[in-house]
């Protein structure tokens, strides 16, 4: 890694719209290169507790792969350790994690996946205070970029409060707006042809609520239920900074979990494995449940443009905008910024066409993978092609083999965490390990659940002729699922 401060500087001056997650990493690794870097952020900054404005999904679990961590802490080293102090939750992500895929829990074991469970919120306020603390960053704040100057030399900055809009010139534009297509009306406004888009329809709904955590829940930290096309309600419960839970319900189309808070509940019930369930019956509640909606997953083709400014380029959500129920969102704005670190080691000089080639590298596995995951999904459209329900296929029998095998399951999160490429899960070892096991019944008795407190979570039942607290989730599942066709 360069150093600050002791690499050769490629420009005088670097611009990044957006202070969000993907800015401040990009400010990072600009510094290295750029004299100055301004970071122009519309929002004003809050503190760790509370979501800027413009980040509404900023109340809502997120999740920093085990490959995201990494790259954040190289960025930011010591930030693991930092983040703990504060509150946050390391862990190991296959050991102390549960994860259901299917029905089935992944089996449970020590892994080389570390990842840190800890809010947006304040993951963000933490990496701006490293930001501003660089000598050459500059943070402004209430301050909305409104255009680019001629052949993106700069962007068209308007202050808060009705100000004069002023002209700041850069040697590198980068644009980490966000959702929006704000960076694709700015390109045509300058005579540039807009990117082609690739857009999933997935109609994904989730609702989140804070809660108190158990004084017995010390040692737990996440448990995630895959949602999929036999049971298209999910959710994820995360235990982060404050003492916290955030849970998370998942729903797709119409079927919005609520955001009643009884009502809430019995959604909870109906999910397919009763854990999350389980665990927050024994919660406090510290606020009122959250919607978001992420209808489309979106993603601009800039690499495939044949004109375009060389030194403005585009990362983060404004460039690919991901299913948020497969956690990929800040872990490619952390790869899209060692991209573009790789990019300008030629110099400021037509950077965007060598960072969106290799950004579209970066974008073109998780992009698969969350396709092939949501056209699993009925009302889904898109291209089933057989190479889609090959992987789909083979993918459910990586998780019936997860339940007992720990190295599939190890292979198989690293792939979901970005460590590894998908094709490993096709290496042979791995390739004989997966199909010697016959797929069955999912066995929900396979591995005791962890006891986040006494008696939220079953112990591991026996299947006798007596009622297990299975059954009665599933019986309550049945009364509290939506009638009707």
């Known amino acids: 890694m360069t150093g600050i401060g002791h690499g050769d500087r490629t420009g005088k001056h670097a611009v990044v719209i957006g202070g969000g997650i993907g800015g401040l990493l990009a400010a990072r ?17 809050n503190s760790g507790a509370t979501p800027r404005r413009g980040v509404p999904q900023g109340h809502h679990t997120h999740g920093l792969l085990a490959r995201g961590r990494e790259i954040v802490e190289e960025l930011f080293p010591g930030l693991t350790a930092e983040l703990t102090d504060l509150g946050a939750v390391p862990c190991d992500i296959q050991d102390d994690c549960v994860w259901y895929n299917d029905g089935r829990r ?27 603390d660089l000598p050459n960053v500059e943070i402004r704040s209430r301050c909305e970029v409104v255009g680019l ?35 694709a009306a700015w390109l045509a406004e300058l005579g540039y042809r807009t990117p082609a888009e690739e857009r999933v329809d997935s109609r994904l709904v989730y609702v989140t609520r804070e809660y108190r955590a158990h004084p017995g829940d010390a040692d737990a930290t996440s448990i995630l239920v895959a949602h999929g096309a036999a049971a298209p309600r999910g959710g994820f419960a995360i235990r982060v900074e404050g003492d916290r839970w955030l849970i998370t319900l998942l729903g797709m189309g119409d079927d919005v979990p609520p955001t009643d808070p009884d009502e809430y509940e019995r959604f909870a019930a109906t999910l397919p494995i009763p854990d999350i369930h389980l665990l927050m019956r024994r919660l406090q509640p510290l606020g009122p449940p959250r919607l978001m909606r992420i209808p489309t997953s979106v993603r601009h083709r800039y690499e495939r443009l044949r004109r375009l400014p060389k030194r403005y380029v585009v990362l983060g959500d404004a460039l690919c905008r991901f299913n948020p129920s497969y956690g990929q969102g800040m872990t490619v704005a952390a790869c ?53 329900r090959l992987l789909n296929a083979y993918l459910a029998q990586v998780h019936v083999a997860a339940e007992d ?50 008696d939220v979570l079953p112990s591991v039942p026996q299947l006798t002729g007596q009622e297990t607290d299975m059954e009665t989730h599933a019986t309550t599942r049945a009364a509290a699922a939506p009638q009707g066709g």
């Open 149 to 183: 100057l001629p052949a993106a030399g700069g962007v068209r900055v308007r202050p808060a409060g009705g100000a004069e809009a002023e002209d700041v010139p850069a040697d590198l534009v980068v644009n980490a707006c966000g959702r929006g297509r704000r960076g």
């Open 405 to 454: 095998d720990p190295v599939v399951g190890e292979a198989f999160l690293s792939v979901v965490n970005m460590v590894a490429p998908p094709q490993s899960l096709f290496a042979p070892r791995l390739l004989r390990r997966v199909l010697r096991r016959r797929p069955e019944g999912a066995r929900l008795v396979r591995h005791p659940a962890p006891v986040f407190a006494e």
């Open 29 to 45: 690794v600009l510094s290295e290169s750029f004299a100055r870097v301004s970071v122009i952020e519309r929002d004003e900054p």
């Open 106 to 132: 992944l089996y449970p074991a020590p892994s080389r996946l570390r990842g840190l469970a800890v809010s947006r919120p304040r993951l963000e306020d933490f990496l701006r205070a490293r930001v501003a």
């Open 336 to 388: 899209q910024a060692i991209a573009l670190r790789e990019a300008l080691r030629e110099g400021p000089d037509d950077v965007a066409r060598r960072f969106f080639r290799l950004a579209a590298r970066i974008i073109d596995v998780p992009w698969d993978m969350g396709v092939c995951g949501d056209l699993r999904f009925p009302h889904v459209q898109g291209r089933r092609t057989p190479r889609v």
